[in-house]
Protein backbone atom coordinates (compact mmCIF):
# COMPACT_ATOMS: atom_id res chain seq x y z
CA UNK A 1 0.00 0.00 0.00
CA UNK A 2 1.47 3.41 -0.94
CA UNK A 3 1.88 6.35 0.99
CA UNK A 4 -2.00 7.92 2.33
CA UNK A 5 -2.61 11.33 0.70
CA UNK A 6 -4.02 14.80 2.45
CA UNK A 7 -4.93 17.83 0.66
CA UNK A 8 -3.40 21.01 2.09
CA UNK A 9 -3.26 24.62 1.40
CA UNK A 10 0.10 25.35 1.36
CA UNK A 11 3.31 24.03 2.39
CA UNK A 12 4.94 26.26 4.67
CA UNK A 13 6.70 24.09 7.19
CA UNK A 14 8.13 25.71 10.46
CA UNK A 15 11.55 24.85 12.03
CA UNK A 16 13.59 21.60 10.73
CA UNK A 17 10.74 21.48 8.36
CA UNK A 18 8.13 20.23 10.59
CA UNK A 19 4.44 20.78 9.25
CA UNK A 20 1.31 20.28 11.34
CA UNK A 21 -1.36 19.01 9.55
CA UNK A 22 -4.61 19.75 11.80
CA UNK A 23 -8.03 20.77 10.62
CA UNK A 24 -10.12 18.51 9.24
CA UNK A 25 -7.28 15.81 7.32
CA UNK A 26 -5.44 16.03 11.09
CA UNK A 27 -8.15 14.70 12.31
CA UNK A 28 -8.35 11.87 9.44
CA UNK A 29 -5.06 11.00 9.89
CA UNK A 30 -4.81 10.69 13.59
CA UNK A 31 -8.40 9.28 14.62
CA UNK A 32 -9.29 7.22 11.44
CA UNK A 33 -6.13 6.54 9.86
CA UNK A 34 -4.49 6.31 13.11
CA UNK A 35 -0.83 7.16 11.74
CA UNK A 36 1.97 6.56 13.84
CA UNK A 37 5.68 8.03 13.72
CA UNK A 38 8.08 6.46 11.25
CA UNK A 39 4.72 6.19 8.24
CA UNK A 40 5.01 7.67 5.50
CA UNK A 41 2.13 10.31 4.29
CA UNK A 42 2.11 12.39 1.22
CA UNK A 43 0.94 15.96 1.32
CA UNK A 44 -0.50 17.59 -2.04
CA UNK A 45 -2.75 20.49 -3.18
CA UNK A 46 -4.35 18.64 -5.77
CA UNK A 47 -3.11 20.66 -8.37
CA UNK A 48 0.21 18.64 -8.67
CA UNK A 49 2.07 19.77 -6.07
CA UNK A 50 2.90 17.44 -3.05
CA UNK A 51 5.45 16.75 -0.48
CA UNK A 52 6.69 12.76 0.39
CA UNK A 53 6.83 13.14 4.69
CA UNK A 54 6.98 11.02 7.36
CA UNK A 55 4.97 11.12 10.41
CA UNK A 56 6.91 12.59 13.85
CA UNK A 57 4.05 12.65 15.92
CA UNK A 58 0.51 12.70 16.80
CA UNK A 59 -1.20 15.35 19.44
CA UNK A 60 -4.71 14.67 20.02
CA UNK A 61 -7.38 13.43 18.20
CA UNK A 62 -6.61 16.52 15.21
CA UNK A 63 -2.42 17.37 14.52
CA UNK A 64 -0.16 15.28 13.05
CA UNK A 65 3.25 16.33 13.22
CA UNK A 66 5.43 15.38 9.81
CA UNK A 67 9.15 16.26 8.65
CA UNK A 68 8.47 17.70 5.31
CA UNK A 69 11.97 18.34 3.63
CA UNK A 70 11.00 19.16 -0.24
CA UNK A 71 7.55 20.21 -2.53
CA UNK A 72 7.69 18.66 -6.20
CA UNK A 73 5.98 19.15 -8.96
CA UNK A 74 3.86 16.81 -11.23
CA UNK A 75 3.86 17.70 -14.27
CA UNK A 76 0.44 17.92 -16.25
CA UNK A 77 0.11 14.28 -18.19
CA UNK A 78 -0.08 14.40 -21.80
CA UNK A 79 -2.23 14.26 -23.74
CA UNK A 80 -4.82 15.76 -21.63
CA UNK A 81 -8.10 13.77 -21.03
CA UNK A 82 -11.33 15.72 -20.34
CA UNK A 83 -14.93 14.01 -19.81
CA UNK A 84 -18.28 15.93 -20.50
CA UNK A 85 -20.59 14.29 -18.64
CA UNK A 86 -24.35 14.62 -19.28
CA UNK A 87 -25.94 14.78 -15.68
CA UNK A 88 -27.30 11.18 -14.75
CA UNK A 89 -30.00 10.19 -12.20
CA UNK A 90 -29.54 10.29 -8.59
CA UNK A 91 -26.06 9.47 -6.82
CA UNK A 92 -24.70 7.99 -10.19
CA UNK A 93 -23.32 11.60 -11.14
CA UNK A 94 -21.18 10.62 -7.93
CA UNK A 95 -19.94 7.35 -8.85
CA UNK A 96 -19.18 8.39 -12.69
CA UNK A 97 -17.36 11.15 -10.72
CA UNK A 98 -15.77 8.87 -8.32
CA UNK A 99 -14.43 6.19 -10.97
CA UNK A 100 -13.04 8.76 -13.86
CA UNK A 101 -10.95 10.08 -11.11
CA UNK A 102 -10.15 6.16 -10.12
CA UNK A 103 -8.82 5.77 -13.57
CA UNK A 104 -7.12 9.13 -13.93
CA UNK A 105 -9.54 11.53 -16.39
CA UNK A 106 -8.05 14.93 -15.93
CA UNK A 107 -11.19 17.15 -16.03
CA UNK A 108 -14.87 16.84 -16.45
CA UNK A 109 -17.61 19.06 -17.47
CA UNK A 110 -21.27 18.44 -16.13
CA UNK A 111 -23.41 18.73 -19.23
CA UNK A 112 -27.30 19.35 -19.27
CA UNK A 113 -28.24 17.43 -22.17
CA UNK A 114 -31.42 17.71 -23.75
CA UNK A 115 -32.82 14.49 -22.73
CA UNK A 116 -31.38 14.70 -19.18
CA UNK A 117 -33.93 13.99 -16.82
CA UNK A 118 -31.74 15.46 -13.84
CA UNK A 119 -32.07 19.44 -14.03
CA UNK A 120 -29.79 21.68 -12.24
CA UNK A 121 -31.27 24.71 -11.36
CA UNK A 122 -30.62 27.41 -8.33
CA UNK A 123 -29.47 26.19 -5.42
CA UNK A 124 -30.09 22.48 -6.05
CA UNK A 125 -27.64 22.69 -9.05
CA UNK A 126 -25.26 24.03 -6.76
CA UNK A 127 -25.13 21.46 -3.86
CA UNK A 128 -24.84 18.76 -6.98
CA UNK A 129 -21.81 20.46 -8.32
CA UNK A 130 -20.44 20.58 -5.05
CA UNK A 131 -21.16 16.95 -4.22
CA UNK A 132 -19.31 16.48 -7.60
CA UNK A 133 -16.08 18.12 -6.77
CA UNK A 134 -16.15 16.84 -2.91
CA UNK A 135 -16.51 13.32 -4.86
CA UNK A 136 -13.46 14.02 -7.01
CA UNK A 137 -11.25 15.34 -4.18
CA UNK A 138 -12.14 12.16 -2.09
CA UNK A 139 -11.88 9.81 -4.75
CA UNK A 140 -8.39 11.60 -5.96
CA UNK A 141 -6.93 11.18 -2.17
CA UNK A 142 -8.08 7.52 -2.21
CA UNK A 143 -6.60 6.58 -5.14
CA UNK A 144 -3.40 8.44 -3.94
CA UNK A 145 -3.21 11.41 -6.90
CA UNK A 146 -1.82 14.51 -6.22
CA UNK A 147 -3.41 16.27 -9.63
CA UNK A 148 -7.50 16.29 -8.98
CA UNK A 149 -9.48 16.28 -11.74
CA UNK A 150 -10.70 19.40 -11.97
CA UNK A 151 -14.80 19.86 -12.20
CA UNK A 152 -15.77 22.96 -14.54
CA UNK A 153 -19.87 24.61 -13.65
CA UNK A 154 -22.39 22.90 -15.95
CA UNK A 155 -21.92 23.46 -19.34
CA UNK A 156 -24.80 24.12 -21.90
CA UNK A 157 -24.40 22.03 -25.37
CA UNK A 158 -23.35 25.19 -27.10
CA UNK A 159 -20.31 25.87 -24.44
CA UNK A 160 -19.62 21.89 -25.23
CA UNK A 161 -19.52 22.55 -28.87
CA UNK A 162 -16.84 25.00 -28.13
CA UNK A 163 -14.93 22.86 -25.84
CA UNK A 164 -14.62 20.10 -28.59
CA UNK A 165 -13.85 22.51 -31.57
CA UNK A 166 -10.62 23.58 -29.47
CA UNK A 167 -9.47 20.11 -28.81
CA UNK A 168 -7.28 17.92 -30.61
CA UNK A 169 -9.75 15.30 -31.27
CA UNK A 170 -12.93 15.08 -30.19
CA UNK A 171 -15.26 12.16 -29.79
CA UNK A 172 -19.20 11.73 -28.89
CA UNK A 173 -19.95 8.05 -27.51
CA UNK A 174 -23.31 7.33 -29.33
CA UNK A 175 -24.93 4.32 -29.40
CA UNK A 176 -26.67 4.77 -32.65
CA UNK A 177 -25.09 1.50 -34.66
CA UNK A 178 -27.04 2.56 -38.13
CA UNK A 179 -25.16 5.74 -38.24
CA UNK A 180 -22.06 3.76 -38.66
CA UNK A 181 -19.84 4.99 -35.60
CA UNK A 182 -16.46 3.97 -35.47
CA UNK A 183 -14.90 2.18 -32.62
CA UNK A 184 -12.90 4.20 -30.58
CA UNK A 185 -10.58 1.12 -29.49
CA UNK A 186 -9.31 1.63 -33.54
CA UNK A 187 -9.62 5.73 -33.60
CA UNK A 188 -5.97 7.68 -34.60
CA UNK A 189 -5.17 9.96 -31.13
CA UNK A 190 -2.83 12.81 -30.24
CA UNK A 191 0.50 12.35 -28.50
CA UNK A 192 -0.26 15.83 -26.84
CA UNK A 193 -3.21 18.35 -26.28
CA UNK A 194 -6.52 17.61 -25.48
CA UNK A 195 -8.90 14.88 -25.97
CA UNK A 196 -12.48 15.98 -24.97
CA UNK A 197 -15.01 12.78 -24.67
CA UNK A 198 -18.60 13.58 -24.23
CA UNK A 199 -20.80 10.69 -22.97
CA UNK A 200 -24.62 11.45 -23.52
CA UNK A 201 -27.72 10.45 -21.02
CA UNK A 202 -29.49 7.51 -20.83
CA UNK A 203 -32.12 8.85 -23.73
CA UNK A 204 -28.87 8.87 -26.01
CA UNK A 205 -27.51 12.65 -27.37
CA UNK A 206 -30.55 14.34 -29.38
CA UNK A 207 -30.54 14.84 -33.12
CA UNK A 208 -29.68 18.42 -33.15
CA UNK A 209 -27.04 18.09 -29.85
CA UNK A 210 -25.28 15.23 -32.33
CA UNK A 211 -25.28 17.31 -35.40
CA UNK A 212 -23.60 21.01 -33.73
CA UNK A 213 -20.84 18.76 -31.91
CA UNK A 214 -20.25 16.81 -35.68
CA UNK A 215 -20.05 20.23 -37.17
CA UNK A 216 -17.21 21.75 -34.10
CA UNK A 217 -15.46 18.73 -35.31
CA UNK A 218 -16.39 16.10 -33.19
CA UNK A 219 -17.32 12.33 -34.34
CA UNK A 220 -19.83 9.61 -33.44
CA UNK A 221 -17.89 6.74 -31.93
CA UNK A 222 -18.70 3.34 -30.04
CA UNK A 223 -17.14 1.27 -27.07
CA UNK A 224 -18.56 -2.03 -28.55
CA UNK A 225 -21.01 -3.89 -29.36
CA UNK A 226 -23.19 -3.26 -26.07
CA UNK A 227 -24.80 -0.14 -24.62
CA UNK A 228 -23.07 1.19 -21.41
CA UNK A 229 -25.50 3.34 -18.93
CA UNK A 230 -23.92 7.18 -18.81
CA UNK A 231 -23.03 6.89 -15.70
CA UNK A 232 -19.45 3.90 -16.29
CA UNK A 233 -19.06 4.74 -20.29
CA UNK A 234 -17.16 7.55 -19.44
CA UNK A 235 -14.86 5.56 -17.55
CA UNK A 236 -14.54 2.45 -19.68
CA UNK A 237 -13.92 5.07 -22.70
CA UNK A 238 -11.28 7.22 -20.72
CA UNK A 239 -10.11 3.45 -19.47
CA UNK A 240 -9.34 2.84 -22.89
CA UNK A 241 -8.00 6.64 -24.17
CA UNK A 242 -5.22 5.87 -21.29
CA UNK A 243 -3.88 2.50 -22.13
CA UNK A 244 -4.09 3.24 -25.99
CA UNK A 245 -2.09 6.87 -25.74
CA UNK A 246 0.45 4.94 -23.23
CA UNK A 247 -0.08 7.16 -19.94
CA UNK A 248 -0.71 3.74 -18.61
CA UNK A 249 2.57 2.39 -19.66
Do not use: N
Request: net charge negative.
Amino acid sequence: MTAAVFVVEHFDAGGGGHYVLDGPEGRHAVSVKRLRPGEDVILTDGAGRWADCVVLAAEGKDRLVVQLDSVSEEPQAQPRITVVQALPKGDRGELAVETMTEVGVDAIVPWQAARCITQWKGDRGLKALGKWRATAREAGKQSRRVRFPEVADAASTKQVAALLAKADFAAVLHSDFERGSAPLAGAELPAEGEIVLVVGPEGGVAKDELALFEEAGARPYVLGPTVLRTSTAGTAAAALLLGRTGRWS
